[in-house]
């Protein structure tokens, strides 16, 4: 079956505008995760939704960082008033509970 | 809290030698312990994983690494290496849960493999 989505897969954008980034997980996965990958930092987890339960929001960087997740499905990752230091590939990832997580190829978000 | 730590960010191998990559732990709950390979511009992709099951876990392409609680250490090995393995290697932790593993990943650093002919 198909894997995890994600588009667009690259993204170059001017500081100080807003993106969206969207993440199509495998169907019926009930977990889905976001990280984000840069040089200086490696891979970092940013948030993570399990079914209908509040989300883990530990991850996000600052509160320019939100996600959400409708119908259990597709999530969407938005960063207001990108900066540069926010350049990097974001990975999304989704699982079945307690399995594995199978990644996406990544969006490469690029703040100029 | 949990952490990873992976001894070389970068490591070279000549085609057919033994492949080692080192990843330590650091966990105050029994773990589950992952290694991820990312070939250039693409996504994560799983090699193996130890869920508790047994201590020697053999994955795909070859790979196999070994759980060793006294040294708090999952390395990552394989026989012989091949022009086709050269990515990035990630070792990763997770918290144990109720039914397998449970919340985010812990990556560490990552380490680069290159294999000379």
């Known amino acids: 079956g198909a894997g995890v989505s994600q588009s667009p897969s690259n993204k170059v954008t001017e500081k100080g505008k807003d993106v969206e980034l969207r993440c199509d997980p495998i169907?019926?996965?009930?977990?889905l995760y976001w990280y984000r990958q840069s040089l200086g930092q490696g891979l970092e987890f940013l948030i993570y939704?399990?079914?209908?339960?509040?989300?883990?929001k530990s991850g996000l960087p600052s509160d320019r960082f939100s996600a959400e997740r409708t119908g259990g499905s597709v999530s969407t990752l938005t960063i207001q008033r990108t900066q540069q230091e926010d350049s990097a590939v974001y990975l999304c990832?989704?699982?079945?509970?307690?399995?594995?997580?199978?990644f996406g190829p990544g969006t490469r978000l690029t703040v100029l | 809290a949990q952490s990873v730590t992976q001894l070389g960010s970068h490591v070279s191998v000549s085609e057919g030698a033994l492949v080692l990559l080192r990843c330590n732990y650091s966990?105050?709950?029994?773990?589950?312990l992952f290694w991820y390979v990312q070939y250039p511009n693409q996504g994560l992709q799983l090699l193996l994983k130890?869920?508790?099951?047994?201590?020697l876990v053999k994955g795909i392409n070859g790979f196999e690494a070994e759980f060793k609680k006294s040294e708090t250490s999952f390395h990552l090995t394989k026989p012989s290496a091949h022009m086709s393995d050269a990515a990035e290697y990630f070792c990763?932790?997770?918290?144990?849960?109720?039914?397998?593993?449970?919340?985010?990943?812990?990556f560490g650093k990552g380490t680069k493999l290159s294999v000379k002919p």
């Open positions: 990832a989704s699982s079945l509970r307690g399995s594995e997580q199978f």
């Open positions: 169907s019926g996965h009930t977990a």
């Open positions: 939704f399990q079914g209908n339960s509040a989300p883990d």
């Open positions: 966990s105050s709950v029994p773990p589950y």
């Open positions: 130890y869920t508790s099951a047994a201590t």
């Open positions: 990763a932790v997770s918290e144990r849960g109720y039914g397998g593993s449970q919340g985010n990943l812990i």
